[in-house]
């Protein structure tokens, strides 16, 4: 089944905890990025990648840090959580390198930072 | 000004009304848009691209105007299982920008 998988669902940490969230599909798509959702503001892309070895800053990404070392997998790393960093977490993939196709997103990762 | 502006919701319908959504951007360099749906959360789903020559699905349009950097989405006869919140999106160069989502929510 075609999918973008996000790992843990759900995580409570507290502040100054490293930790990673994974992302990863098996479409073999080229573009893969990532969000977080908070109310009020909508949608806000941290980093994205158009293809493996390349990655670009969103809109927020203070606080983050994210590699494309394969095809298929793209962490998002917080070296050092605070609690402005807790909200909803979407990993996506697109086959087009430049994202303008079809966006598939993985089901959001809940983080907490106490 | 933020980079993609929508209407603000929430919309409230009955059944088988029709509704129409707004969305501007401030980029003119941004080169393909869309709508995507989203419910309860969970994760957004795309439910249209959105071309200069306009697009329909079923029930749902959506038209872009460039020269106005404009985008709209109607949906005739709203059904129950429309409510959600739909989500205008920009690409401009690879960098997606969303807008803050308009709710809708349809009522028998």
């Known amino acids: 089944e075609a999918q973008v998988t996000q790992n843990p669902r759900y995580l409570i940490t507290v502040t100054g905890k490293k930790l990673t969230v994974t992302c990863s599909q098996n479409m073999n798509h080229e573009y893969m990025s990532w969000y977080r959702q908070d109310p009020g503001l909508g949608l806000r892309q941290i980093y994205y990648s158009m293809n493996v070895e390349v990655t670009d800053k969103g809109d927020v990404p203070e606080g983050y840090k994210v590699s494309r070392k394969e095809k298929r997998n793209f962490p998002l790393i917080l070296e050092s959580p605070s609690p402005n960093q807790t909200s909803l977490y979407f990993c996506?993939?697109?086959?087009?390198?430049?994202?303008?196709?079809?966006?598939?997103f993985g089901p959001g990762t809940r983080l907490t930072v106490t | 000004r933020k980079e993609v502006e929508q209407d603000p919701g929430p919309f409230n319908v009955p059944e088988g009304a029709t509704v129409a959504f707004n969305c501007t951007y401030s980029?003119?360099?941004?080169?393909?848009f869309f709508w995507y749906r989203q419910d309860c959360r969970k994760e957004p789903k795309l439910l249209m691209s959105?071309?200069?020559s306009g697009n329909e699905d079923g029930r749902f349009t959506a038209q872009l105007n460039r020269a106005s950097q404009y985008i709209s989405l109607l949906i005739r006869d709203s059904k129950l299982s429309d409510s959600a919140t739909y989500l205008c999106?920009?690409?401009?160069?690879?960098?997606?920008?969303f807008g803050q989502g308009t709710e809708l929510s349809v009522k028998p």
């Open positions: 980029n003119s360099a941004s080169q393909s």
């Open positions: 959105v071309y200069s």
């Open positions: 996506a993939s697109s086959s087009s390198g430049t994202g303008e196709g079809e966006q598939y």
């Open positions: 999106v920009v690409n401009t160069g690879g960098k997606l920008i």
